[in-house]
């Protein structure tokens, strides 16, 4: 009877074994092939890799909290180890990303933190700072910095992906930093934390690339440089900066990989700056090896081809990203200066999602577009006449658009429509660098940058306070716009000026 008794109670317990696994196998299961089980965006899964037990447990920690000790729903957060972790990425629906470099250490054994990348859609109006690498690694300033965008209309940052320098000046998860490791500065050595925290605050991360100044890069591939007139020595600016030839293949490749390996970290957009020639280039004594032609219209048709390979190779790669590019300001004005670097406003306009010209009144000479006075002590004046000259020429390039959908709809074979078509066809080419463009462009396109700092490199600087920062703001608005980005090169900003 006692065996028979004993018998029973084993059977009982292998019944249960059995039970608990297999329901454990299919929670496992179930959770990997459908995340939607760990309920809203803010939850995240803990995966055991020696028992592959596992909790779910909403996301309750930020970028400070993260590098001290932690607890939520049985796991402490103990150490923060960068790129000790021995988890293994698990590719699943919502969940791609496994966090390599952060090990949590709960009352047994290691676990790894498991998340999916989100990006905040882009708002109808955004109002963004620009945060420079220092203040984000700067914990108490990166505090009050988003403290700052939590009180106030703002809604967006800038932060750099790749500056002038060419050194990214952060790391990220393991494929990340073994991808580019010999150009990783790592002064934000807690990047998907702060992305993480930006976005748990509903932040819109707008990430920058300077394309064509990258010290980095030309350090070490001096043969994409542009050349002086001997094709053998690097051109130098006044400044003793160098520059990439924007026809380089390489150079091309290179930038539109970064793109999207940040994209996949969780940037929502990327701007992309320094998209054109240096400003002072002589076509008889510099050597571009891959542009070649350095005429006015040579560097123009050359920025052209650069805009619409790279903005068509990154959309080859991801689905719905969202592309920026910082231009010259005097753009819609089609200055010579602007003209001089290859830039022209419908290129940008109707191959990336926004146009960020810069309009720092600081910038401008005397007696720019018309206004007899210091443009640094004009500043509604200079935003509202640049922003006024944007319209008109959006306005414009419409109407030629529109008019080319209607010929291409007409199907009577006018021989008088057919010559009209072709000379909008030449237009559209001259204009934006293709003839294929149907979309009408938003006003929405135009997304200004506006000056908060001192220029102290200018003949006679002057003070940027609230008075200043407030009439750049109101110009944006009195001229139709929504939209703007504040720059400061050291993220101190005039709060009195933001609303």
Same mark, same amino acid.
């Given at each position: 009877?006692?065996?028979?008794?004993?018998?029973?109670?084993?059977?009982?317990?292998?019944?249960?074994?059995?039970?608990?696994?297999?329901?454990?196998?299919?929670?496992?299961?179930?959770?990997?092939?459908?995340?939607?089980?760990?309920?809203?965006?803010?939850?995240?899964?803990?995966?055991?890799?020696?028992?592959?037990?596992?909790?779910?447990?909403?996301?309750?920690?930020?970028?400070?909290?993260?590098?001290?000790?932690?607890?939520?729903?049985?796991?402490?957060?103990?150490?923060?180890?960068?790129?000790?972790?021995?988890?293994?990425?698990?590719?699943?629906?919502?969940?791609?990303?496994?966090?390599?470099?952060?090990?949590?250490?709960?009352?047994?054994?290691?676990?790894?933190?498991?998340?999916?990348?989100?990006?905040?859609?882009?708002?109808?109006?955004?109002?963004?700072?620009?945060?420079?690498?220092?203040?984000?690694?700067?914990?108490?300033?990166?505090?009050?910095?988003?403290?700052?965008?939590?009180?106030?209309?703002?809604?967006?940052?800038?932060?750099?992906?790749?500056?002038?320098?060419?050194?990214?000046?952060?790391?990220?998860?393991?494929?990340?930093?073994?991808?580019?490791?010999?150009?990783?500065?790592?002064?934000?050595?807690?990047?998907?934390?702060?992305?993480?925290?930006?976005?748990?605050?509903?932040?819109?991360?707008?990430?920058?690339?300077?394309?064509?100044?990258?010290?980095?890069?030309?350090?070490?591939?001096?043969?994409?440089?542009?050349?002086?007139?001997?094709?053998?020595?690097?051109?130098?600016?006044?400044?003793?900066?160098?520059?990439?030839?924007?026809?380089?293949?390489?150079?091309?490749?290179?930038?539109?990989?970064?793109?999207?390996?940040?994209?996949?970290?969780?940037?929502?957009?990327?701007?992309?700056?320094?998209?054109?020639?240096?400003?002072?280039?002589?076509?008889?004594?510099?050597? %571009?090896?891959? $542009?070649?032609?350095?005429? +006015?219209?040579?560097?123009?048709?050359? /920025?052209?081809?650069?805009? &619409? *390979?790279? =903005?068509?190779?990154?959309?080859?790669?991801?689905?719905?990203?969202?592309?920026?590019?910082?231009?010259?300001?005097?753009?819609?004005?089609?200055?010579?200066?602007?003209?001089?670097?290859?830039?022209?406003?419908?290129?940008?306009?109707?191959?990336?999602?926004?146009?960020?010209?810069?309009?720092?009144?600081?910038?401008?000479?005397?007696?720019?577009?018309?206004?007899?006075?210091?443009?640094?002590?004009?500043?509604?004046?200079?935003?509202?006449?640049?922003?006024?000259?944007?319209?008109?020429?959006?306005?414009?390039?419409?109407?030629?658009?529109?008019?080319?959908?209607?010929?291409? %709809?007409?199907? $009577?074979?006018?021989?008088? +429509?057919?010559?009209?078509?072709?000379? /909008?066809?030449?237009?559209? &080419? *001259?204009? =934006?660098?293709?003839?294929?463009?149907?979309?009408?462009?938003?006003?929405?396109?135009?997304?200004?940058?506006?000056?908060?700092?001192?220029?102290?490199?200018?003949?006679?600087?002057?003070?940027?306070?609230?008075?200043?920062?407030?009439?750049?703001?109101?110009?944006?608005?009195?001229?139709?716009?929504?939209?703007?980005?504040?720059?400061?090169?050291?993220?101190?900003?005039?709060?009195?000026?933001?609303?």
């Amino acid at each position: 009877m006692k065996d028979l008794k004993k018998s029973y109670s084993r059977l009982y317990l292998l019944c249960s074994i059995c039970i608990i696994s297999a329901a454990a196998f299919f929670l496992i299961h179930e959770i990997k092939t459908h995340p939607t089980w760990l309920g809203e965006a803010g939850v995240v899964a803990l995966f055991s890799e020696r028992d592959n037990e596992i909790a779910t447990a909403r996301k309750k920690f930020d970028f400070a909290r993260a590098l001290s000790r932690v607890e939520f729903d049985g796991c402490e957060l103990i150490s923060v180890d960068y790129g000790t972790s021995t988890c293994s990425s698990i590719e699943t629906g919502g969940f791609s990303h496994c966090l390599d470099l952060v090990t949590l250490r709960s009352r047994s054994e290691p676990e790894c933190l498991i998340y999916g990348v989100e990006h905040i859609k882009t708002p109808d109006v955004v109002r963004a700072i620009y945060l420079d690498p220092r203040s984000l690694a700067d914990l108490e300033e990166r505090k009050n910095l988003i403290q700052l965008i939590g009180r106030s209309e703002l809604n967006a940052v800038v932060i750099d992906i790749k500056p002038e320098s060419g050194w990214i000046p952060f790391s990220a998860d393991r494929e990340f930093n073994a991808k580019y490791a010999d150009q990783i500065s790592n002064e934000i050595s807690d990047m998907l934390f702060v992305i993480e925290t930006l976005h748990d605050r509903n932040i819109y991360i707008i990430g920058r690339i300077s394309l064509l100044r990258d010290d980095w890069f030309a350090a070490r591939y001096p043969e994409q440089l542009l050349k002086r007139a001997n094709k053998k020595d690097a051109w130098k600016n006044f400044d003793g900066t160098v520059w990439l030839d924007p026809g380089s293949p390489n150079v091309l490749n290179y930038n539109a990989q970064l793109a999207v390996d940040a994209i996949n970290l969780g940037f929502d957009e990327v701007n992309f700056d320094y998209v054109r020639f240096p400003g002072n280039i002589s076509e008889t004594r510099t050597y %571009a090896p891959f $542009s070649t032609d350095l005429s +006015l219209v040579g560097k123009a048709r050359a /920025i052209q081809q650069l805009v &619409i *390979q790279l =903005t068509d190779k990154v959309r080859d790669n991801l689905d719905g990203v969202v592309l920026s590019a910082t231009t010259f300001g005097g753009i819609s004005a089609a200055t010579v200066s602007t003209q001089s670097v290859g830039q022209t406003f419908g290129t940008f306009l109707t191959h990336f999602d926004y146009v960020t010209p810069i309009f720092y009144p600081s910038y401008f000479p005397y007696g720019f577009i018309g206004i007899d006075a210091d443009p640094d002590e004009q500043p509604f004046s200079v935003i509202s006449e640049l922003l006024d000259r944007s319209t008109q020429f959006i306005e414009q390039l419409n109407e030629t658009i529109e008019e080319r959908n209607e010929i291409l %709809a007409d199907r $009577s074979g006018s021989r008088l +429509l057919s010559i009209r078509f072709n000379e /909008i066809e030449e237009a559209l &080419i *001259q204009q =934006t660098g293709t003839n294929d463009v149907t979309q009408v462009v938003s006003f929405d396109t135009v997304r200004p940058w506006l000056q908060d700092f001192i220029c102290f490199e200018c003949t006679t600087p002057h003070d940027y306070g609230v008075r200043e920062v407030r009439a750049e703001k109101n110009a944006v608005y009195n001229a139709g716009y929504d939209s703007w980005m504040l720059w400061n090169p050291a993220a101190q900003y005039t709060t009195k000026a933001i609303d």
